[in-house]
Nanobody
């Protein structure tokens, strides 16, 4: 099973930017049907933020459209999430996920490998 490692989290002020990265510590990100970023705030369910299919189409949650951008590097071995115009409600643990079975990008049950997460905290 692929092991995923996230990095790039931290603290930012509202309106600021952060860029998250996800790489495979074992296996390869290229062995996927889709990749995604999810987030989980304390006391809340894990929710999909953005996803990208193997062929390239992307999906974004309505709450982040126009502010976040999901992408992969040219080798397909690193997944990114560029987060701009951050808001306090973006605070949470951000996890990358990989699917080998397909499904909808926002469907948590579609994903077979998860990272441990990287914390993002946005202050007003």
């Amino acid at each position: 099973q692929v092991q995923l490692v996230e990095s790039g989290g931290g603290s930012a002020q509202g309106g600021g930017s952060l860029k998250l990265s996800c790489a495979a510590s074992r296996g390869s990100l290229t062995l996927n049907t889709m990749l995604a970023w999810f987030r989980q705030a304390p006391g809340k369910n894990r929710e999909g933020v953005a996803g990208i299919s193997r062929s390239g189409p992307t999906w974004y949650a309505d709450s982040v459209k126009g502010r976040f951008t999901i992408s992969k590097d040219s080798t397909g071995n690193t997944l990114y999430l560029q987060m701009d115009n951050l808001k306090p409600e973006d605070t949470g643990m951000y996890l990358c996920a990989l699917s080998v079975i397909g499904g909808h990008c926002s469907d948590i049950t579609s994903y077979t490998s998860w990272g441990q997460g990287t914390q993002v905290t946005v202050s007003s």
